[in-house]
């Protein structure tokens, strides 16, 4: 069963624009962490932010925030004041404590373009 | 600090051929994990190891598949015989933290790939 989806097609934003990326996540552990990687076309995974199950508040990482609604399981990206450098594929991933499991589960990512 | 390092970065080998493909993950960092990206997909999970020790090897997707991690620092990802399903970009992440720890210190790092192409 997919644990992460992301189901958004490419999209299309305009340079200093913002940007959500949506991501919904499925699991039945009260405990588990959230993350975003962001992969340039040079092929990277660029970790990007991370959000704890307890944490109460949302994530932020300089231009990037993790909107977390827990009771809709969705943990969405946004990129505030769009760069052209954020162009890319942008993976949303969870990894769940339950037995001890590092494994990071992945979505299938969200593409990103900024256009001037 | 250096981050982590993978060779090749690309393999293109031929089919019934045997590959290793080497990680370094970063300096001290105790957890190491293999995955595999296909095009268009994101990673998925093959193995990982704390220190020296493999904890999870579930992912392997059959017995020509192996790593090891011999000294608890670089590791080895093999192919045996391979075939052209084997064709992927092969990824490895290193993390501070051991099995057990608080999810918080537990970010995985990952290293550039490597891109084997079976013919």
């Known amino acids: 069963a997919q644990k992460i989806t992301q189901t958004q097609p490419g999209m299309f934003v305009q340079e200093k624009e913002a940007v959500t990326l949506d991501c919904t996540y499925d699991?039945?552990?009260?405990?588990?962490?959230l993350f975003w990687y962001k992969q340039p076309s040079s092929g990277e995974m660029i970790f990007l932010i991370y959000q704890g199950s307890y944490d109460e508040q949302n994530a932020t990482e300089g231009r990037y925030s993790l909107n977390f609604q827990k009771a809709r399981k969705s943990a969405n990206l946004v990129i505030s004041a769009s760069q052209l450098g954020d162009s890319a594929m942008y993976f949303c991933a969870m990894r769940e404590v339950q037995g001890g499991n590092n494994r990071l589960a992945f979505g299938k990512g969200n593409q990103v373009v900024v256009i001037p | 600090g250096a981050g982590v390092s993978q060779s090749p970065r690309y393999k293109v080998t031929k089919r019934g051929q045997d590959v290793a493909l080497r990680c370094d993950p970063i300096?001290?960092?105790?957890?190491l994990y293999w995955y595999r990206q296909a095009l268009g997909q994101g990673p998925e999970f093959l193995t990982y190891?704390?220190?020296?020790?493999?904890?999870?090897k579930s992912g392997l997707p059959n017995d020509r598949f192996s790593a090891e991690r011999p000294e608890g620092s670089i590791s080895t990802l093999t192919i045996q015989r391979t075939e052209q399903r084997d064709s992927a970009m092969y990824r490895c992440?290193?993390?501070?933290?051991?099995?057990?720890?608080?999810?918080?210190?537990?970010?995985?790092?990952f290293g550039p790939g490597t891109r084997l192409t079976v013919l």
């Open positions: 300096s001290g960092h105790v957890s």
């Open positions: 699991t039945s552990d009260q405990s588990y962490g």
């Open positions: 992440a290193s993390s501070l933290a051991a099995w057990g720890a608080p999810i918080d210190t537990d970010t995985q790092y």
């Open positions: 190891f704390n220190y020296e020790a493999q904890q999870d």
